[in-house]
């Protein structure tokens, strides 16, 4: 069973982010895209750049 993610935790960026890369041009533009939500959402960007987001041990 599906249940449906929290963007705003670091899993569900994560998970979100490999769910969207298809419907994408690029990496970067999902990354925008979710980091955008999330400011929305919180009043917060989870990630100040790609590269953080990108290197960011698990």
Do not use: C, R, S, W
């Not at 960026?13 to 895209?33: A, S, W």
């Amino acid at each position: 069973m599906k249940t449906a993610l929290d963007i705003t935790t670091a899993i569900g960026f994560y998970e979100t982010y490999f769910n969207l890369l298809p419907y994408f041009k690029t990496q970067y533009e999902v990354f925008e895209y979710l980091n955008d939500e999330v400011e929305f959402i919180t009043g917060k960007q989870p990630y100040k750049h790609f590269n953080e987001f990108i290197n960011k041990p698990g």
